[in-house]
């Protein structure tokens, strides 16, 4: 093994949401270069959306994502419903996060079981953790059945849900009609407060660093389906300014753009909403973090799977609050008229903020639209993290240092499908 210039490629991550490749380049003993490539086609969903009607975002940008689909119809009827001036009812609202909390639910378990757990218990993947460990792989799907259900009963299916629209839903349950899921959401309780205890006694590696956070706040709960926007360092600012902070730009190397915060790395999702809300947990997850050895704030990559863990049981708590608390509203939808402007939308997907921004013009049509999922924003600083491991790492052979770096963009379950920009091409001609 040449430990002065040695490559690494990967040509396809295993276990990741979509399709990526990592290149690393030592020169000379050191570190030249961290690439992860995003190679997936432009999807041009920003494209697409201009001239369509006012109140198609919610459904047409859920198929940005298969994974999460409602964080892309909640950030949508936020922007839109900003747009045209209207207050949707608190039960509707209630009733929108409710939806959310199902998302949460499977997607955090899809992660934390399937993807990411195989990592620390010498597994290559679910399957074969399945054969030795029949009981914790049927935990997770047992609580991503939960999550399932809770998405199919509120939105109409547990993909691409059809029952959300502009101003709330086209049928809202009764009561009664609860009865069923409220009773598997409390099994499921137990299996993720389980899960938490379970995740916490892996082996982690013990590295930290220094990203600054950005997540939304809210006032009295952990955000989910809205809130304002917050930072680990800095003044907070409003929705609205998003893009004046946020700044995206195109790499040679990835399909993706990557954005900085103020000009630098930063980070959003599990770790930053934990560490800027933490006080907000209910009581039953804040018992659990607090048992799982989670401070008030986790800049450990690695451990970012026990506050997902952290995140399934305050999903599934709050679930059952909204539950208990609900009184069918009085209507399912309130009237959107169509109106000329701009709005700004965001929510947070579990991976993390995801906004959306639109323009509507005076017919009733989408102008202009814009989205910048959490992957997206947090490439930046895998690409940092991974240069700081491989540094650390140089004395690795190439296949436990490129298991290394696989296992590094696994901890922060990197959504890499949600692929909505147009590529920006450019030909020089000789």
């Not at 190679?39 to 201009?50: I, S, T, V």
């Not at 991976?351 to 921004?357: A, K, N, P």
Request: hydrophobic share 45%.
């Amino acid at each position: 093994m040449n430990l002065d210039s040695r490559t690494l490629s990967v040509g396809t991550l295993t276990r990741v949401e979509g399709e990526g490749a990592l290149h690393v380049t030592l020169k000379d003993g050191a570190l030249d270069s961290v690439q992860l490539n995003i190679y997936e086609p432009p999807r041009f969903f920003e494209a697409f959306l201009r001239g369509r009607a006012y109140t198609e975002p919610p459904d047409l940008t859920a198929r940005v994502c298969g994974i999460c689909p409602v964080a892309y119809q909640v950030s949508a009827c936020n922007a839109i419903e900003e747009i045209c001036g209207v207050e949707v009812d608190p039960e509707l609202l209630a009733l929108r996060r409710l939806l959310y909390c199902g998302e949460w639910i499977h997607s955090h378990v899809l992660h934390i079981y399937l993807l990411h757990a195989p990592d620390y218990l010498g597994y290559p993947d679910a399957i074969a953790l399945a054969r030795d460990e029949r009981e914790i792989v049927e935990h997770g799907l047992q609580l991503k059945k939960a999550g399932n259900r809770l998405m199919d009963f509120v939105g109409g299916r547990a993909i691409h849900p059809i029952n959300v629209r502009l101003g709330g839903f086209y049928s809202v349950p009764t009561r009664s009609d609860f009865a069923p899921i409220a009773e598997q959401l409390r099994r499921a309780l137990d299996i993720a407060l389980d899960t938490v205890a379970w995740v916490a006694g892996f082996e982690f590696p013990d590295l930290e660093f220094e990203h600054e956070f950005l997540a939304l706040t809210a006032p009295g709960r952990y955000p989910i389906e809205n809130g304002t926007i917050a930072r680990s360092a800095g003044a907070a600012f409003p929705v609205s300014d998003f893009t004046d902070h946020v700044v995206e730009s195109q790499v040679p190397h990835s399909t993706a753009l990557h954005a900085t915060l103020d000009g630098a790395r930063y980070l959003t999702g599990p770790l930053a909403r934990f560490a800027l809300n933490a006080s907000q947990l209910s009581p039953v997850a804040a018992q659990a973090a607090a048992r799982a050895g989670l401070s008030a704030e986790c800049r450990n990559p690695f451990r970012s799977i026990v506050v997902r863990a952290v995140e399934v049981v305050y999903a599934i708590d709050e679930a059952l609050r909204i539950i208990d608390n609900y009184q069918r509203p009085s209507r399912p939808f309130i009237d959107v008229p169509a109106r000329a402007g701009v709005g700004h939308g965001v929510s947070e997907a579990p991976r993390g903020l995801l906004y959306h921004r639109y323009r509507i013009d005076e017919a009733g049509l989408v102008s202009a639209a814009t989205m910048i999922p959490p992957t997206a924003q947090n490439q930046a600083a895998i690409e940092a993290d991974l240069a700081c491991v491989v540094s650390e790492n140089l004395s690795l052979d190439d296949a436990a240092l490129t298991t290394l770096c696989e296992r590094v963009i696994r901890t922060y379950d990197p959504c890499i499908s949600c692929s909505a920009h147009f590529l920006r091409l450019t030909v020089e001609r000789g």
